[in-house]
């Protein structure tokens, strides 16, 4: 589900114009997802320009770690982001504008969510199919 939800985000980074504030920024993200359905990711924002590959970058900016779920669980508003920041789900190694960038992608995709019409409808039925198969968060 992951991987489906970070393809949907480079096809609309490709499609969108570079955000003003980001137009001159340079940035590579290790994104480390562990547990079940995880895997490691590039993110690579040149020149506000944002592209995602697999695998990891050499050397990266910044590498940020999470549990797989736990961004299944963000996607699907069992959570928010700035708990994760909050509680340490999220951990930030190096520059820390790289959680800016990921907390950027989750509230882009809840505000299309939110939008009317079929780009809203559309998204908000992919939030659905990626929070039917996300296990909710267990505490001990």
């Known amino acids: 589900r992951i991987p489906a939800f970070l ?13 003003p504030e980001a137009r001159h ?9 562990t547990g079940p ?3 490691e990711r590039t993110l690579r924002l040149r020149d506000g320009r944002l592209d995602i590959s697999r695998g990891a970058p050499r ?7 999470l549990r797989a779920q736990t961004l299944l669980d963000v996607l699907a508003g069992r959570t928010d982001f700035g708990t994760l ?8 190694e190096g520059d820390p504008a790289a959680q800016m960038m990921l907390g950027a992608i ?11 019409g079929l780009r809203g409808q559309i998204t908000r ?11 909710p968060e267990r505490t001990a």
């Open 25 to 33: 920024m340079n940035l590579t993200i290790h994104l480390v997802l």
């Open 7 to 19: 393809g949907m985000v480079k096809l609309a980074a490709r499609r969108m114009p570079a955000p």
């Open 106 to 116: 989750v509230t882009g995709f809840k505000t299309q969510a939110r939008a009317r």
């Open 59 to 65: 050397p990266p900016d910044s590498t940020l770690t």
């Open 125 to 135: 039925a992919f939030g659905k199919w990626l929070g039917a198969h996300a296990q």
């Open 85 to 92: 920041q909050l509680t340490g789900a999220l951990r930030v």
């Open 37 to 39: 359905g995880g895997g």
